[in-house]
């Protein structure tokens, strides 16, 4: 079984600059979520995908877009990068059937982003 | 809304000494609630979750942690720690009625386990 793979593990940017992050779900699963992980603090919801659609969105702002694939896989772009948005990003993986579920997010290692 | 509170920003143990973490969260409606373990430049790995089957939940690397609903709480343990399990440790619960299964995070628990 493949676990949650992201791409890149390190990535420098400056202001201004736009970023896309990779993710590749494990395999099974149906749905994607992202996550910003500042400096010390807890993972932060950005949005989710289930089924290629977004399915909820964290408070940030429309400069953070994302995709799903059909086969699941994930994007996260960040236009117009601020100084702020330094931070680990997580992909978490799941998998939901018919109706709401206890889907177990997995998550995999994150892109370190920083923006100078 | 649901939250959790994590208190305790750094824990130190001795090596062979009891681990208390603590999770305290808020939820409308029944929780999911779910325990990770971080280390340096990882990602989340999951410890244990509880999803309203039995309230003593246990978890991998000998972890374990109880549902208690009269204190909302769900405390993390484990009888002897040991020097690798140093690493930050989040709490989380489920915001399902939100309409979107998401996770909120705890700021995180960091232990050191001392030799």
């Known amino acids: 079984e493949t676990g949650v793979t992201q791409s890149p593990t390190h990535l420098i940017k400056t202001r201004g600059q736009q970023v896309t992050l990779r993710c590749s779900s494990q395999?099974?699963?149906?749905?994607v979520s992202w996550y910003q992980q500042a400096l010390g603090q807890g993972p932060q919801f950005i949005f989710q995908?289930?089924?290629?659609?977004?399915?909820g969105r964290g408070n940030f702002p429309p400069r953070f877009s994302g995709l799903q694939f059909p086969n699941y896989s994930s994007e996260l772009n960040v236009n117009a990068l601020e100084l702020d948005d330094s931070a680990l990003y997580l992909c978490?993986?799941?998998?939901?059937?018919?109706?709401?579920?206890?889907?177990?997010?997995?998550f995999g290692p994150g892109t370190r982003l920083t923006v100078l | 809304a649901q939250s959790v509170t994590q208190l305790g920003s750094h824990v130190s143990v001795s090596e062979g000494a009891l681990v208390l973490l603590r999770c305290n969260y808020s939820?409308?409606?029944?929780?999911?609630l779910f325990w990770y373990v971080q280390y340096p430049n990882q990602g989340l790995q999951l410890l244990l979750k509880?999803?309203?089957?039995?309230?003593l939940v246990k978890g991998i690397n000998g972890f374990e942690a109880e549902f208690k609903k009269s204190e909302t709480s769900f405390h993390l343990t484990k009888p002897s720690a040991h020097m690798s399990d140093a690493a930050e440790y989040f709490c989380?619960?489920?915001?399902?009625?939100?309409?979107?299964?998401?996770?909120?995070f705890g700021t995180g628990t960091r232990l050191k386990v001392l030799a």
């Open positions: 978490a993986s799941s998998r939901r059937d018919r109706g709401w579920s206890t889907d177990t997010q997995y």
């Open positions: 395999s099974g699963h149906n749905t």
């Open positions: 995908y289930y089924r290629e659609e977004e399915n």
């Open positions: 939820s409308s409606v029944p929780p999911y």
């Open positions: 509880y999803t309203s089957a039995a309230t």
């Open positions: 989380a619960v489920s915001a399902l009625p939100s309409g979107t299964y998401k996770y909120i």
